[in-house]
């Protein structure tokens, strides 16, 4: 092993980057698979890691790789990039890249004469990363490469035994580094990141000027999320006209955890049917110091999310014209009419850069007898308590070239609310939200509808989604699947090819948390400490269909906590009250005043929009005894959370159980009645991931220089421990 181990390095320290010419008659050569490369990788990381001695392998490598100057600028790829995105803010790091079904060939132009590393992880920072370095030596024009990893316990890079990278061309002008490099989009390689269609988080460093082959600490680094395989829509190159749907400085107070606030907009006067085809963020928030709002660059915005709807009701047209020209209105206090704007048009979240729907598809604006009004929903999470004034919204994107179909967006998931429980110190736990196969008879045309693209959305704690289709008893292949949801990163996934959706049919959301990091349970909410579990779904033709959700049917809640009866209040009327989406409005008479002074009271008032978490903090239970007097809250805060027999009981229970289902039309209508069903009864697709497949292996020949007679005379753990050091201290991040 550690000869090996040592043979490999020593060929990396000494390979260059010489390629012919031809690459379509390049033969990458086939390796035996290494199965023991995990093993010997954790040996490694138990050795002290030093850098004493670091310097005699750099000045080994210096000695030996003193030779002709060979220009590597000749072997460039002349790749047409499909894809090119800048990694920093200004632009100093571009990465261009084009796959086929089976590898990825990558470009990286940065502003560095320094080595150029790139990761790939589903995690921000080194740990675990699959990393590549590489860079030209200012000496003699010649380019490296070399394929490391971050180990699981520390910021460091370490050669991989198995170089799996391969060097198109490196060079560099008197400004900049271009590397050009290949590799398998899985590699069969455990030191490597499979490629696949989940976030990427692409790591970047740059070392300082001069660092050709010594790699000390970077100079700059940062983080990107892509998605490599799946990108979002670009805007088409035709010019497009906006409509700025904007709130107008609005006055954020400093004692508000979290606010929404709603605005009616009346749609621009068109004479004709136009296409949404695309919106964008309009963040403008300027905090407010001793009075006076400021112009801060780098501030962080306190808007969270924001959801623009189609309003269904415009009876009195006076009477939306006035809303319209006013500010509008706190969330909670909106006008009863304003629940008629259910049809989403519009969802951003906090990291989108905003979307383009695909170019078969738009949104209907300004048709003769369609939507004259919208209401735009912005969600600030100001757990910073600033007083912030802000004028953000969306920028719509419309024209008058209209696209092939009528789209519309479908919200389905789980209802938020506080009845969705995820409880603490969970690594993977799975809540469902169903939209029912009555929902779907009712609502869609015969032939069914035309699924494009998903939003997947949850916060922080959610470190999975999926959009799961079942047809009769059968699982449909998942129509988009997220394995490393970045909650800053809400950029919605086009379906490969599109995914039929017929009547009966039947959707499911689900979300998987890892809720390690809290010590109380996480209920449903808007808030970002709060959880979701929801998907937006673009589709055509547009149907009556607005919104499909479930929730846990409050009976059955309760009793999967082990609570049978609250005083005062029946589970009925409890029940009631989650309809309303928790608003006190609907209190019985005997609690209303208690209730609704006492949180006013509480932490939860400044919440705003709460979903019954103040609810949950308010019930007092009955039965059974042993939990007597106390509140709901204070129950499911003193569970034994850490015995997983019970959560996987609970999990199981609300999981499989039975679920509430609604289905609200666009005109604010039920598409079908509310109901409680059992989870649906089928046989759930096989995950081809956990199936064993064979592997390929392959990786880049690497020039073969062997001095097999120090491997008898060096003590090689030692060696291989020294080689390794010296190319493993590139810190990227945190
Ligand atoms: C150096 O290369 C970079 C990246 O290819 C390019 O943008 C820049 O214009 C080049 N500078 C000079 C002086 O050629
Ligand atoms: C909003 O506030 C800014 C700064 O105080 C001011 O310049 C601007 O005119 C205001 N806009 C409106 C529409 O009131
Ligand atoms: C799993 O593989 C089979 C056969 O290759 C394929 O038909 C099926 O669609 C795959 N399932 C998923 C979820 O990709
Ligand atoms: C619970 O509270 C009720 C009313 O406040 C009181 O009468 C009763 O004794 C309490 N029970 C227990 C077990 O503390
Ligand atoms: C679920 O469906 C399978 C296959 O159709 C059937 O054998 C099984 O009895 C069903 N289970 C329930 C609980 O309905
Ligand atoms: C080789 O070096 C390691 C680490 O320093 C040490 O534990 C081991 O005893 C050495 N082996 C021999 C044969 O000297």
Not at 243 to 251: A, E, K, M, P, S
Not at 586 to 598: A, I, M, R
């Amino acid at each position: 092993m550690h000869i090996q181990t040592f043979i490999t390095l020593t060929v990396i320290l000494l390979c260059d980057a010489k390629l012919p010419r031809q690459k379509e008659t390049y033969q990458i050569n086939e390796l035996p698979a290494n199965p023991t490369q995990n093993a010997a990788a954790q040996r490694l990381l138990q050795f002290d890691r030093k850098t004493k001695t670091t310097s005699k392998i750099v000045d080994q490598y210096k000695v030996r790789n003193r030779r002709n100057v060979f220009d590597s600028k000749s072997y460039e790829s002349g790749l047409i990039w499909a894809h090119s995105e800048r990694l920093d803010e200004s632009g100093d790091v571009v990465i261009r890249w084009v796959n086929s079904d089976s590898s990825i060939t990558f470009r990286v132009e940065a502003k560095t004469k320094g080595y150029i590393g790139i990761g790939f992880n589903s995690r921000r920072n080194m740990r675990g990363a699959d990393l590549v370095v590489a860079w030209v030596d200012d000496r003699n024009g010649n380019a490296q490469i070399l394929d490391c990893h971050g180990p699981e316990i520390d910021n460091i890079a370490v050669a991989d035994e198995v170089q799996n990278y391969e060097l198109i061309s490196g060079y560099q002008n008197e400004t900049h580094t271009t590397i050009e490099f290949r590799r398998q989009l899985d590699t069969c390689d455990r030191q490597d990141f499979l490629i696949g269609d989940d976030t990427t988080q692409v790591l970047w460093a740059l070392g300082p000027d001069g660092s050709d082959g010594e790699l000390p600490k970077h100079v700059h680094s940062g983080s990107r999320p892509l998605r490599l395989l799946l990108p979002v829509p670009k805007p088409e190159s035709i010019p497009l006209r906006h409509w700025d749907v904007r709130l107008f400085n609005l006055t954020i107070p400093h004692d508000m955890a979290t606010l929404f606030w709603c605005k009616i907009f009346k749609a621009p006067d068109l004479p004709m049917k136009h296409h949404i085809v695309g919106y964008q963020p309009l963040i403008d928030s300027r905090p407010i110091r001793n009075g006076r709002p400021i112009l801060e660059k780098n501030s962080l915005s306190p808007v969270h999310h924001m959801v623009m709807y189609e309003c269904a009701e415009d009876l009195d047209k006076q009477m939306w014209n006035d809303w319209a020209e006013s500010d509008g209105e706190f969330g909670p206090m909106r006008p009863r009419e304003w629940a008629s704007c259910v049809t989403p048009i519009a969802a951003w979240a906090m990291g989108s850069k905003g979307e383009f729907l695909p170019e078969n598809v738009g949104i209907p604006l300004g048709e003769k007898g369609g939507v004259s009004y919208y209401m735009l929903e912005v969600h600030y999470d100001n757990q910073a308590l600033h007083e912030v004034l802000d004028s953000s919204g969306i920028r719509i994107h419309y024209t008058p070239s209209l696209r092939a179909h009528d789209a519309a967006l479908l919200g389905s998931g789980i209802g938020v609310s506080a009845l969705h429980v995820i409880p603490p110190k969970q690594r993977q736990y799975r809540t469902v939200g169903i939209c029912s196969p009555e929902c779907s008879t009712n609502t869609m045309p015969e032939e069914g509808i035309n699924i494009v693209s998903v939003l997947l959305h949850a916060h922080g704690q959610a470190r999975k989604i999926s959009l799961k289709h079942i047809r009769g008893n059968e699982e449909l292949p998942r129509i988009s699947e997220e394995n490393s949801y970045d909650v800053h990163y809400q950029q919605s996934r086009i379906v490969p090819g599109g995914r039929k959706f017929l009547r009966g049919d039947t959707l499911i959301t689900e979300c998987t948390y890892d809720s390690t990091a809290r010590d109380k349970p996480i209920l449903g909410g808007y808030s970002v400490l709060q959880e979701m579990c929801l998907s937006f779904v673009l589709y055509y033709p547009r149907t009556e269909l607005a919104g499909c959700y479930s929730m846990p049917p409050v009976q059955e809640f309760f009793e999967t906590f082990g609570v049978k009866e609250f005083y005062g209040i029946s589970m009925v009327q409890v029940e009631n009250l989650f309809f309303s989406s928790g608003s006190l409005d609907n209190l019985p008479p005997q609690l209303e005043l208690d209730f609704k002074q006492q949180q006013r009271a509480e932490e939860t008032a400044v919440q705003g929009d709460d979903q019954g978490v103040g609810l949950l903090k308010e019930l007092l239970i009955k039965e059974p005894p042993e939990f007597r007097n106390k509140t709901f809250i204070a129950h499911l805060n003193e569970m034994p959370w850490s015995e997983s027999l019970l959560t996987e009981q609970i999990e199981k229970t609300l999981y499989r159980g039975t679920h509430m289902t609604f289905c609200k039309k666009r005109d604010d209508t039920w598409g079908a009645p509310i109901e409680i069903q059992n989870f649906p009864n089928f046989t759930e697709l096989q995950n081809n991931e956990t199936a064993d497949k064979t592997c390929h292996y392959k990786s880049v020949k690497l020039p073969s220089v062997t001095t097999p007679n120090i491997a008898n005379t060096i003590n090689l753990s030692r060696f291989t421990l020294t080689a390794l050091t010296a190319i493993q201290i590139l810190y990227i991040m945190r």
